[in-house]
């Protein structure tokens, strides 16, 4: 199992990310996928979920409005569009695999800074 995020980087306030997640190893078509994000000195929070079949979403709070969630089964590939960034969004972010939370990747860095 692998799941390989991509997409950060550094940005200003009000602006834009697109992230991805490709997986392998599994039938990604069958897990609920879902981003999470770990700032320095804080617990790992979730961000928002997809569930397998319906595509039904889910968001933290503090993104709702400002950040979706998209998957596409056929690249097996999961996504996180974040608009509106704030620097409070600083944080590595992470996909994670399954409804418990099976698996996870390696996180990406994003940094929202002037």
């Known amino acids: 199992v692998q799941l390989v995020e991509s997409g950060g980087g550094l940005v200003q306030p009000g602006g834009s990310l697109r992230l991805s997640c490709a997986a392998s190893?599994?039938?990604?078509?069958?897990?609920?996928m879902s981003w999470h994000r770990q700032a320095p000195g804080k617990e790992r929070e979730l961000v928002a979920g997809?569930?397998?079949?319906?595509?039904?979403?889910n968001y933290a709070d503090s993104v709702e409005g400002r950040f979706t969630i998209s998957r596409d089964n056929a690249k097996s590939t999961v996504y996180l569009q974040m608009n509106s960034l704030k620097p409070e969004d600083t944080a590595v972010y992470y996909c994670?695999?399954?409804?418990?939370?099976?698996?996870w990747g390696q996180g990406t860095q994003v940094t929202v800074s002037s």
């Open positions: 190893g599994f039938t990604f078509s069958s897990y609920h």
């Open positions: 994670s695999a399954g409804a418990q939370y099976n698996y």
């Open positions: 997809i569930t397998r079949l319906s595509g039904r979403t």
